[in-house]
């Protein structure tokens, strides 16, 4: 894929539990997907992604209820690229497709059929992308970037390594 994407993580899924909802086209394993929602429930900017979540209710098999996170993200973009006002507009635009998602969670995707993959591929997604013209940002990530776990793990170390330098030169001087 050669421009940001939207994909959403749902505990909703019938009795499956938690699954992922990604755009057609999209080529991702599922353990970066893991890695962008990890990141995704502790912060909503990341340097590749914008995210919004909420608390949702879970049906257990068993029958009991818990809260779990749903989270829609736009991934893909260099958040450091885009200004103040572009990301308040993309941060409101996704709160509101949150209203898009609850309908297709619960009402449009057949869990049962459908949510036997980590993965449900759904056409939704892009439609979103491309109504809200989130497709067209010019602050785009190619996907291989996206795709490699180095990418995560570079920034989470360089910072450390910063931290641990001005630490060191503190303690020093």
């Keep these: 894929m050669k421009k940001p994407f939207?994909?959403?993580?749902?505990?909703?899924?019938?009795?499956?539990?938690?699954?992922?909802?990604?755009?057609?086209?999209?080529?991702?394993?599922?353990?970066?997907?893991?890695?962008?929602?990890?990141?995704?429930?502790?912060?909503?900017r990341g340097r590749n992604f914008l995210s919004v979540n909420r608390q949702v209710k879970q049906l257990l098999t068993s029958g009991s209820v818990r809260t779990g996170t749903e989270t829609l993200m736009l991934a893909g973009i260099e958040t450091a690229a885009l200004n103040p006002q572009e990301i308040d507009n993309l941060d409101?635009?996704?709160?509101?497709?949150?209203?898009?998602?609850?309908?297709?969670?619960?009402?449009?995707?057949?869990?049962?059929?459908?949510?036997?993959?980590?993965?449900?591929?759904?056409?939704?997604?892009?439609?979103?992308?491309?109504?809200?013209?989130m497709d067209k940002l010019s602050a785009f990530i190619p996907i291989s970037w996206v795709k490699s776990n180095k990418?995560?793990?570079?920034?989470?170390?360089?910072?450390?390594?910063?931290?641990?330098?001005?630490?060191?030169l503190y303690l020093i001087l």
């Design 6 to 44: 939207l994909i959403a993580e749902t505990p909703r899924a019938g009795n499956r539990g938690h699954r992922f909802i990604v755009p057609t086209g999209l080529e991702i394993s599922s353990s970066d997907l893991e890695l962008f929602f990890q990141k995704a429930t502790r912060q909503n």
């Design 92 to 133: 409101k635009t996704l709160q509101k497709r949150l209203i898009d998602l609850e309908q297709l969670v619960t009402t449009e995707i057949n869990w049962e059929k459908d949510g036997q993959n980590t993965m449900v591929i759904r056409k939704e997604l892009t439609d979103w992308s491309r109504e809200n013209g």
């Design 151 to 168: 990418y995560f793990v570079r920034g989470s170390m360089l910072g450390i390594l910063t931290g641990a330098i001005i630490l060191y």
